[in-house]
């Protein structure tokens, strides 16, 4: 142990300077004993190296600070009693200290510190050292008004720091509350352009049909498949906004049931399997073949799962390798979905999960209602999980992470 560790155990770093800076004031007590006669200053000094003690017990135990400044105000008024009133500058010591105490407390130990010094003080200036009343009165301050100054300061202090703190507590509620409505209005306006386009499109496909401006059979076809395709948007689109508004609702409730997570997910996959394999993707399917019983709602977990399964679809190319596992720690279940495809940059993936975010340009266009992911990540966080999504994972370029803890509440 070397001497800066030593230090440290008897001097607590935390406890900052004050404690040393106020324990200077023991020089004055300690000068004035080396005065008295050597039967006075081995007492006195056994009852200093009691009262620096105290004083160190005081930061150290403050479930008896009450007691611990008590006897530091006791020793103090038997310096002043049995030695000299000058002893009484030793309440600047422990002042700082005094501050801590419940006011009750504070004002019976000032106010009997102030009766019996301004009572030692007398009996000791009168009638023929008057001259001393101007060296002792600083003591009676000291005791007796100095910690209440000290206190309202420091309850000043705290104010202000509450105040400040208050203030920027408003504050960032108000940016939230600014970003909120920015994202509120955003939301409206995609929301407005993304059912305004498959409609006018229906508009002008219907009218038309309704005006006979098409003769011919095979161009008919053709429009009311247009007209079926868009209202499956606008119906797809309606949909999932009524789920994510759903799913936003604190009331939501969802229905959870205990079941087998590894047989539930593969099944969802034995469903996809056939679209990955037209698309020749390669699937690298990791699931424990032993039973994981989960509590989860059935319906909302497979939405939650299946649109990160349409994503990697939908976005990557021909041939892409596919990454699925299932594990379990203690801490946790862990269903990973990734892939080595074309990769999501840092910047899209900062929005992925807003709503009406679809990525890069490219995806504006792609029948897709830029809720999926948003929706997603609301399942998971109602199952008290976290949705991740790594784009530097340790293989692959995308990896989606569901983390659903063990414990549930």
């Not at 049995?82 to 801590?100: D, I, K, S, T, W």
């Not at 105490?101 to 008057?130: E, R």
Request: hydrophobic share 40%; charged share 25%; proline share 4%.
């Amino acid at each position: 142990m070397n001497l800066r560790t030593l230090l440290y155990k008897v001097f607590p770093k935390k406890e900052g300077y004050l404690p040393y800076l106020y324990l200077i004031n023991i020089c004055f007590p300690l000068y004035f004993l080396l005065q008295e006669t050597t039967a006075k200053l081995l007492v006195g000094l056994l009852m200093l190296g009691l009262f620096i003690l105290i004083y160190r017990e005081t930061y150290w135990r403050k479930d008896y600070i009450i007691f611990l400044i008590m006897a530091e105000f006791v020793i103090t008024l038997i310096f002043a009693y049995f030695y000299h009133p000058m002893y009484l500058y030793m309440v600047f010591v422990f002042v700082y200290q005094a501050v801590q105490l419940p006011i009750k407390w504070l004002y019976m130990l000032s106010a009997g510190f102030g009766v019996i010094s301004v009572y030692l003080i007398f009996i000791t200036v009168y009638p023929d050292q008057l001259y001393l009343v101007y060296m002792l009165l600083p003591t009676v301050f000291g005791g007796c008004i100095l910690p209440f100054m000290i206190k309202a300061s420091l309850n000043y202090k705290n104010l202000s720091e509450d105040l400040k703190r208050l203030a920027d507590e408003l504050q960032q509620k108000n940016k939230e509350m600014t970003l909120l409505e920015e994202s509120k209005k955003r939301m409206l306006a995609d929301l407005s352009h993304d059912l305004r386009t498959p409609m006018t499109t229906i508009q002008g496909y219907s009218r038309a049909l309704y005006e006979d401006l098409i003769d011919n059979e095979e161009q008919t076809k053709k429009y009311l498949k247009y007209i079926y395709d868009k209202s499956i948007r606008v119906t797809t689109l309606i949909d999932e906004l009524f789920m994510f508004s759903k799913l936003d609702n604190p009331d939501f409730k969802m229905y959870k049931e205990k079941l087998d997570i590894c047989e539930f997910f593969r099944e969802i996959i034995v469903e996809y399997y056939d679209v990955f394999a037209e698309k020749e993707m390669e699937l690298e399917i990791k699931i424990p073949s032993t039973k994981i019983f989960y509590q989860f709602d059935q319906k909302l977990l497979y939405r939650a799962i299946s649109n990160i399964l349409e994503n990697t679809l939908k976005y990557n190319p021909e041939q892409t390798i596919v990454y699925i596992s299932l594990n379990q720690s203690q801490q946790s279940t862990l269903i990973e979905i990734g892939d080595n495809g074309i990769g999501i940059n840092d910047e899209v993936a900062k929005t992925l999960f807003d709503p009406f975010t679809r990525g890069d340009k490219n995806r504006l266009n792609d029948g897709g209602s830029g809720l999926g992911l948003t929706i997603s990540k609301k399942i998971i966080e109602n199952h008290n999980g976290k949705l991740i999504l790594e784009t530097k994972p340790s293989r692959g370029k995308t990896n989606f992470k569901i983390v659903l803890p063990n414990v549930v509440s």
